[in-house]
């Protein structure tokens, strides 16, 4: 059964699956991650394997767009079961049909609290940087925008299964509890995602 795992989850490593929506209707995009963490275990944790690095790395291109995006993070262990960390990010999207290209930025800080080695809770602040669409002008015939810094508070939780030394395969669901004006994404969709964590 763990080759079987295995093989699955090799097949479909790095996937995350964002099927968000923006205002527009437009699936938002299907990201490719690579998350490099650390296994928790109950042992106390020493100060050569606190610290635990990764991240994710995005693109698609789908019917109308283009979506690159890149999401560096850093974690660190306060205890075994408890850690606290940060991400930076940069997205790029260009909607083929408009000639609409914009650039996103911003950061969060983020923690996560292991139940038991397998489930883990986890919520997020983020500070996220849109230009986003607002009226098309017909003189120029281009879309005129703006730009918004929006935040987000993500709250969930995931499920993580050990296949292999220091290979974990997880799943994560989180929601954006605040849901602001400004957000590019439908209310209450969730952000899932799908990978494989390999610590050092």
Do not use: C
């Not at 408009?98 to 950061?107: E, F, K, M, R, V």
């Not at 986890?122 to 003189?139: I, M, R, S, T």
């Not at 918004?148 to 929601?175: D, H, M, T």
């Amino acid at each position: 059964m763990k080759h079987i795992l295995l093989v699955l989850v090799l097949t479909f490593t790095s996937l995350l699956f964002a099927q968000q929506t923006d205002s527009t209707g437009m699936k938002k995009d299907t990201v490719i991650v690579k998350e490099e963490t650390q296994p928790q275990t109950t042992q106390p944790v020493s100060k050569e394997n606190r610290w635990y690095y990764g991240g994710t790395v995005g693109f698609s291109f789908w019917n109308d767009y283009t979506y690159i995006g890149i999401y560096p993070l850093v974690g660190y262990k306060i205890t075994p079961k408890f850690s606290i960390g940060g991400k930076i990010g940069y997205s790029y999207y260009n909607y083929h049909n408009t000639d609409l290209s914009t650039n996103n930025y911003g950061g969060s800080v983020f923690t996560r609290y292991r139940l038991i080695p397998q489930i883990y809770l986890h919520a997020e602040f983020v500070y996220f940087n849109y230009e986003q669409q607002k009226n098309y002008n017909l003189q120029t015939k281009q879309y005129e925008t703006e730009r918004n810094w929006v935040p987000f508070i993500l709250l969930g939780g995931g499920l993580s299964q050990s296949v292999g030394k220091n290979v974990w395969a997880y799943v994560e669901v989180l929601f954006d509890v605040l849901q602001d004006d400004n957000s590019p994404y439908e209310d209450w969709e969730p952000f899932i995602s799908i990978g494989v964590g390999v610590g050092f």
